[in-house]
């Protein structure tokens, strides 16, 4: 009975473990996508003072939240892309 009640918590953990999806990836992502999209508007023109801040802001996020994937492989951040997608 131990047993079988030991097997179901396994399998239970191992399931919700591997639901593929990787939240802090996901974040990553997020960070990285809102720091290239500001980077994208310094190159109007002139920069204030205030997209400077925000620009330091942005890439102290993107540093914080990518920080666990900075030896990541390619194809491997690929599979995990694709996950926060769905």
């Known amino acids: 009975m131990k047993n079988l009640a030991f097997c179901i918590g396994l399998i239970a953990f191992l399931c919700a473990c ?6 802090q990836f996901c974040k990553c992502l997020e960070a990285s996508d809102q720091l290239n999209a500001h ?3 310094l190159f109007s ?4 003072s205030e997209q400077a ?3 330091q802001q ?3 996020a993107k540093k914080e ?5 900075e030896k990541m492989t390619g194809p491997e951040m690929l ?4 996950e ?3």
């Open 65 to 69: 939240a990518c920080k666990n994937y």
């Open 45 to 48: 023109g002139n920069i204030s």
């Open 58 to 60: 942005l890439i102290k």
């Open 84 to 86: 926060c997608s769905k």
């Open 79 to 82: 599979e995990r892309k694709k």
């Open 53 to 55: 801040e925000k620009q």
């Open 18 to 23: 591997g639901s593929g999806k990787d939240e």
């Open 39 to 41: 980077s994208v508007e």
